[in-house]
């Protein structure tokens, strides 16, 4: 069985920073990549970025490259996702998922093990 367990999320003011964790337990050497989405009220979830584990090439919606920084540390099987200058339309619960396949990073349905998700809220 594979876990993912995600931490990091808050409450931060507009032009803020917040690091989102994600712990990736159990089978997790066969992974190719991780990612991170968001879903905001009331709108689909969306791609935020992915990096694969081997490599470390990294993916992200072009909208948010500049602010957001995604990184990871095999040895502790941990996918970090630095969010810098926050803004209100950033508020959204944060998921991290893991895929075996080595393309269509931005496509949900190619990630096989989803987290919990974690709240992010950036006031005005």
């Known amino acids: 069985q594979v876990q993912l367990v995600e931490s990091g999320g808050g409450l931060v003011q507009t032009g803020g920073s917040l690091r989102l964790s994600c712990t990736a337990r159990?089978?997790?050497?066969?992974?190719?990549?991780m990612g991170w989405f968001r879903q905001a009220p009331g709108k689909e979830r969306e791609f935020v970025s992915a990096?694969?584990?081997?490599?470390?090439?990294?993916y992200y919606t072009d909208s948010l490259k500049g602010r957001f920084t995604i990184s990871r540390d095999n040895a502790k099987n941990t996918v970090y996702l630095q969010m810098n200058s926050l803004k209100p339309e950033d508020t959204a619960v944060y998921y991290c998922?893991?895929?075996?396949?080595?393309?269509?990073?931005?496509?949900?349905?190619?990630?096989?093990?989803w987290g919990q998700g974690t709240q992010v809220t950036v006031s005005s």
């Open positions: 998922a893991a895929t075996w396949n080595n393309y269509n990073f931005d496509v949900q349905d190619q990630y096989a093990y």
């Open positions: 159990g089978r997790t050497f066969s992974f190719y990549a």
């Open positions: 990096i694969t584990w081997s490599g470390g090439s990294t």
